[in-house]
C-alpha cells in the first residue's frame, strides 16, 4: 500500500511528466521561419493575444503600452508588422571619455577619429547585422544604456535592406523625424529616445542571447507582432498553435464586420478582404487543419 508521501509523490512525477509531454508536443523550434512568417502574416496583436490565452500563456509576451509605434499610417498599415526575433543587447560603459587626449583642442581631431573608430569597432558595433534575414524583427535592449541613439534613419534602413520588417527597442532612437519620414516601422518609448552618438557611451553586451522590453522576455526565434495595439512575443515552442488560433480569429472578424459593412452600405477596404479559409490554408502550410483537436 502506498503512504501518503509516496502517493503524492507518484502524483507529482505523473504531473511533471504529463507537463512535460504537452511542452514537447507544444515545441515550434522544427518549424522553419519561412512557415511562421507566413503564417503570422497580416496578424493583429489583439488576436495573437487571445491565442496566447488559449493555449494558457495569460498576460505572458505582451510588452509595456509604452512600447508604441513612433508613427501610424491606418490606410496602407505600413506601422504594422511580424516576424523573426533577432536579439541584441546594450548597456551603459564604463569606460572613460578618452584615454588621454585633450578632445577640446583642434589639433587632437585626427587622435578623436581613430578612438571614434575604435568604439564603433570593437565596442558598440553591430553584430547581430550577420543573423538578419527576410522576415527578422530586431528587438534592441538598451535600456539604461545613456542618452544614446542605437538606432537611427540610417542603420535601420540598412538592417531593412538585409530583410528586416522592422524594431522593437527599450529606447534610444534617434533621427525621429527622418524615420517617421521615411516610414521605418519602429516600435519604441518615446520618452527614452536617445540623442547622442554610441561612442563614450554604451558598448554591445550580448547577441542572439534573451533580452527584455516592455516586461517581456524575448528569445532569438520568437515570432514578435506589432500594430497600433502595441507589442506581443510569442514564445516559440507554442507559435504554431497560437498563430493558427490567432489566424481563425481573425477570419472570423474579417467576415462579421464585412457583413456589417453590407448592412450599413459601408464601402469595402482592404480590412475587410476575404482571406484564405483556416483549413486550407494551415493545410498549406504543411500545418493541422484544426490546431484544437489532438
Not at 502506498?2 to 511542452?23: N, Q, V
Not at 558598440?124 to 534592441?140: H, L, N, Q, R, Y
Amino acid at each position: 500500500m502506498l503512504t501518503r508521501m509516496g502517493l503524492f509523490g507518484c502524483i507529482s512525477i505523473s504531473f511533471l511528466l504529463i507537463s512535460l509531454l504537452a511542452y514537447g508536443q507544444e515545441t515550434g523550434n522544427d518549424v522553419d521561419d519561412a512557415v511562421l512568417i507566413e503564417l503570422y502574416q497580416g496578424a493583429r496583436v489583439t488576436d495573437v493575444v487571445d491565442g496566447m490565452v488559449t493555449v494558457g500563456y495569460m498576460d505572458v509576451g505582451v510588452m509595456d503600452p509604452k512600447i508604441a509605434p513612433l508613427w501610424k499610417d491606418v490606410e496602407t498599415m505600413e506601422h504594422r508588422f511580424s516576424g523573426i526575433a533577432v536579439t541584441v543587447r546594450y548597456g551603459p560603459t564604463n569606460r572613460p571619455m578618452h584615454p588621454g587626449a585633450d578632445l577640446t583642442k583642434p589639433e587632437n581631431y585626427e587622435v578623436y577619429r581613430q578612438w571614434r573608430g575604435m568604439w564603433y569597432s570593437q565596442l558598440s558595433a553591430e553584430p547581430f547585422g550577420e543573423f538578419i534575414k527576410e522576415g527578422t524583427v530586431v528587438v534592441m535592449d538598451n535600456k539604461d544604456d545613456n542618452d544614446t541613439g542605437s538606432t537611427g534613419s540610417k542603420n535601420i534602413m540598412d538592417w531593412q535592406e538585409k530583410g528586416a520588417v522592422g524594431l522593437v527597442s527599450a529606447g534610444g532612437v534617434r533621427d525621429i523625424d527622418e524615420i517617421i519620414r521615411q516610414k521605418n516601422p519602429v516600435y519604441t518609448n518615446y520618452f527614452e529616445r536617445g540623442r547622442g552618438e554610441r561612442i563614450g557611451r554604451n558598448e554591445v553586451i550580448d547577441v542572439q542571447q534573451p533580452v527584455v522590453i516592455g516586461g517581456c522576455t524575448v528569445y532569438p526565434g520568437d515570432v514578435v507582432v506589432a500594430d497600433s495595439d502595441g507589442v506581443v512575443v510569442v514564445p516559440r515552442r507554442v507559435a504554431v498553435r497560437v498563430g493558427q488560433i490567432a489566424y481563425q480569429e481573425l477570419v472570423d472578424d474579417i467576415k462579421g464586420r464585412r457583413a456589417l459593412y453590407e448592412d450599413t452600405g459601408r464601402a469595402y477596404d482592404e480590412t475587410v478582404e476575404l482571406p484564405e479559409e483556416p483549413a486550407t490554408f494551415f493545410k498549406r502550410l504543411g500545418l493541422p487543419e484544426d490546431p484544437n483537436k489532438p
